[in-house]
């Protein structure tokens, strides 16, 4: 009887360790997540058309936290443990960059850096203009967008080059749209000027009540791969339909 009291005993204390083993394994895994997401990676998904056709609704990639260096914004939640930027490093006209709104510091979005401090940044008549130059604007092949009825919509389709040399597309829903036509924008110090690629639907920096200029604290980091695409209104965690709702050519395509 002594002897199964023991064995009993020994095998509580046994599950004991298992369990203890198993959370801490747990606690490992979570910590070195939130250091890779913190230091190096973070993933996101495309929720809205505003980067079309570079970047699509259901496209998830992945962006480097340490491109720009660390501000608070690179940590999880926010906390206000320190201001400004440490081992910081500017981004570059055309990097396209997360970043969180400046109007609530927590929403985060997505758009191409197209002003850097001192720049003026005005659009006429649809083109944009950089410190009074205006970008070289080619038209090329239609975007064919199918709507959910499975009609198939052309949208007028232009390369930019940006004066870095950076060359990018973008689409042009509305001839002389709302924001075809704006006042010289003037980038603040220590602020970027941020636009959408499909540039008749993305709230940027054009509608300074929403977005406006975006500190340089406010970046999170740099988008560098498509690491998984799923057709619009599709869910990536619906494996079963990934044969024909997965969007292959994309995946693990370079920005």
């Known amino acids: 009887m002594q002897d199964e009291r023991q064995a009993g005993v020994a095998e509580t204390k046994k599950e004991e360790g298992g369990f203890l083993e198993t959370l801490r394994v747990i606690a490992h895994a979570l910590i070195i997540a939130v250091v890779i997401r913190t230091v190096l990676f973070q993933p996101f998904s495309i929720p809205s058309g505003s980067m079309k056709e570079t970047l699509l609704v259901g496209d998830y990639l992945f962006v480097s936290k340490y491109s720009y260096g660390y501000s608070k914004y690179s940590i999880p939640f926010s906390p206000p443990l320190f201001s400004g930027r440490i081992m910081g490093s500017e981004p ?18 997505i758009k191409r850096v197209i002003g850097l401090p001192g720049d003026k940044i005005q659009m006429i008549d649809g083109v944009l203009q950089i410190n009074g130059k205006p970008v070289p ?119």
């Open 92 to 109: 570059e006209r055309g990097d396209i960059v997360v970043f969180k709104l400046p109007t609530d510091n927590a929403t985060d979005y």
């Open 137 to 255: 604007k080619e038209r090329i092949d239609d975007w064919i967008e199918e709507e959910p009825s499975g009609r198939k919509v052309r949208i007028p389709r232009f390369k930019e080059t940006l004066p870095n040399g950076v060359v990018h597309e973008t689409l042009d829903l509305t001839p002389n749209g709302f924001n075809d036509n704006t006042p010289v924008y003037e980038v603040p110090a220590g602020h970027f000027f941020m636009m959408g690629d499909n540039r008749d639907n993305s709230t940027d920096s054009r509608v300074q009540s929403a977005v406006g200029y975006v500190p340089y604290e406010n970046l999170v980091g740099r988008a560098e791969i498509i690491f998984f695409s799923v057709e619009e209104g599709s869910h990536a965690w619906a494996f079963w339909e990934w044969p024909w709702s997965v969007r292959w050519s994309r995946i693990f395509n370079l920005l």
